[in-house]
């Protein structure tokens, strides 16, 4: 079975050579007329994935937690715009307001909410979502929109939708990974003619075997860019969470997953969610350069347990009937655990901030 967008690629590559993963990653998300964002509904059970947010109420929790105490450790400012990059239905920025309204009424009168999202549809779906608090939310289409001012950002699985370039291992060196034809005119990889600057490799690059793949991102580290040189003028705290790993090495994370299902990334393109893993130390070494202060950098059950995660799920569960306890158990382990199928350990948190502030759970 092809697909639509398969077919236009395979055109593109006919009439103008293979392309870039870049380039075909690009196309498999945002085609206007076949690309992945463009025509699915991805969020969701009835979706191809689920996003921690959507799994338990308690993910929203923890996040509006850690943003009151990091908006009490920068001197309570005001006024403060709290903003979130791909806010997917809406429903993290949901728990994080209820929350905020609970815990801190001074911050829920002092912030305007700003949700980047280019998606007019998604749009719809986030102001159902945050309805009871419409009169505090405005979107835009760019980061680069967000008024000034002190701001508290959250982005939640943003990255690994940002584009990648990949080199592969040849008996040249490393050269860029390419999507070409095989013979019998079906998309396959393909080694080009680009090199890359060998500064950028990391050290196991020189003993690894043939066909080792290397990943980078400058569109990743252009989005940090922006977002670390609007905190630095202004003042505020990012956290960012995604999955991927702490230190930049060797590997292939391209990938796609159809209905919850992994599927090979070049077999379905447009009507899978393409993604990689990200490179949490490129952005950490990139906040730094641009002079924020590296907070913390940690896995997400380490973060969401320390700012309450099990005794906040203990209180949800208090007084219901055991099914809903077990569930509420369940995804809690989900969040936080570590193994197969849990994010606990494949998702990573940073936060970084400008001025240098103590922030929790971090430094207490």
Known sequence: MTTLLAEKIKAIILANGPISVTDYFSLCLADPEHGYYKTREPFGRSGDFITAPEISQLFGEMMGIFLVQAWQRHGEPTPVNIAEIGPGRGTMMADIMRVIAKLSPALYEAANVHLVETSERLQKVQSQTLVAHKFKISWHDSFDTLPDGFLLLAANELFDAVPIRQFV???????????????????????????????????????????????????????????????????????????????????????????????????????????????????????????????????????????????????????????????????????????????????????????????????K
């Not at 040849?170 to 013979?183: H, I, P, W």
């Not at 993604?275 to 950098?297: C, K, Y």
């Not at 799920?313 to 193994?339: F, H, P, S, V, W």
């Open 169 to 363: 291992k040849t008996a040249q060196g490393f050269r860029e990974r390419l999507v070409g034809l095989d013979a019998d005119g079906e998309l396959t990889f393909a080694a080009g003619v680009a090199g890359i600057d060998p500064g950028l490799l990391p050290p196991a690059a020189a003993n690894a075997p043939p066909g080792a793949i290397f990943e980078i991102a400058p569109a990743r580290d252009a989005v940090m860019t922006a977002l670390c040189q609007r905190i630095r003028t202004s003042g505020g705290t990012a956290v960012i969470i995604d999955y991927g790993h702490i230190a930049t090495g060797l590997g292939d994370t391209l990938q796609a997953v159809r209905e919850h299902q992994f599927d090979p990334p070049l077999k379905h393109p447009g009507e899978a969610d393409i993604t990689s893993h990200v490179d949490f130390e490129q952005l950490a070494r990139r906040a730094a350069t641009e002079g924020l202060q590296i907070n913390g950098l940690t896995y997400q059950g380490d973060f969401l347990l320390a700012l309450g995660l099990a005794e906040r799920a203990a209180a949800l569960g208090r007084d219901k009937d055991t099914e809903t306890q077990g569930n509420i158990r369940a995804d809690a382990e989900r969040l936080a655990g570590a193994g197969e199928g849990k994010m606990g350990e494949l998702f990573k948190v940073l936060v970084v901030s400008s001025p240098n502030v103590a922030l929790v759970p971090f430094q």
